[in-house]
């Protein structure tokens, strides 16, 4: 079973919009999350990270989470085609040792 | 200057070989780990080393073998190859278990 759940899986949006990603973990025992990026046959790099209930906003990228409901969502605002690729989730159990990833959503930003 | 080092870029294998996938890291991180990726899977999540210390390990076969044999070096070893273990093998690592994943360029394995 997916611990990490992502939605949607895939997602359009036009160059200057706003695309909106979820994750959800059925992991009860879940602090950590974290945003990575994925290019197309690149590795993974870490967009953003967050641990605390709220908002944390970075340039055009704003994530949230909501700690009761372990669900956390990032915004991208203003979306260019470099943001164009995958979108991982990743949430850590509590004194865990790695990072479980989410099937991701795979954005495409079009001209 | 990838700071994360694997070796080889490309593999290709034959049914019921064995190789070893390389990885080294120049980022004076203490945990080390290894995750797969395929089209069929998403990115799954192998083994962590921390201090060169296993300390869990996701992968249900023992055809999977991690090695460490320097603080900065976690390799690969995967026995009776099949063609199912057929991915992307990304090697990972951060300061500590808590947090972010630096991640090297992968190792493509392809078996035939």
């Known amino acids: 079973q997916q611990k990490v759940q992502q939605s949607p899986e895939s997602l359009i949006v036009p160059e200057g919009g706003m695309a909106s990603l979820n994750c959800t973990s059925s992991d009860r025992n879940v602090d950590y999350f974290w945003w990575y990026r994925q290019h197309s046959g690149k590795s993974p790099k870490m967009l953003m990270?967050?641990?605390?209930?709220g908002e944390k906003e970075e340039g055009r990228f704003t994530v949230h989470l909501n700690k009761a409901s372990l669900h956390t969502s990032l915004h991208i605002r203003d979306s260019q085609p470099s943001d164009s690729a995958l979108y991982l989730c990743?949430?850590?159990?509590?004194?865990?040792?790695?990072?479980?990833f989410g099937t991701g959503t795979k954005l495409q930003v079009v001209p | 200057d990838p700071k994360i080092i694997q070796k080889p870029k490309y593999l290709v294998a034959v049914t019921g070989s064995e190789k070893i996938l390389i990885c080294e890291q120049y980022?004076?991180?203490?945990?080390m780990y290894w995750y797969r990726q395929s089209a069929k899977k998403p990115l799954e999540f192998m083994f962590s080393y921390s201090y060169q210390k296993l300390m869990d390990n996701q992968t249900a076969s023992s055809r999977f073998q991690p090695q460490s044999s320097k603080k900065n070096h976690l390799d690969l070893q995967i026995t009776a190859l099949k063609p199912d273990d057929s991915a992307t093998y990304f090697c990972?690592?951060?300061?500590?278990?808590?947090?972010?994943?630096?991640f090297g360029h992968g190792t493509k394995l392809s078996v035939l």
């Open positions: 990972a690592s951060s300061q500590d278990t808590n947090e972010r994943l630096f």
């Open positions: 990270s967050i641990f605390s209930n």
């Open positions: 980022l004076g991180h203490n945990a």
């Open positions: 990743a949430a850590r159990r509590n004194s865990g040792t790695y990072q479980r």
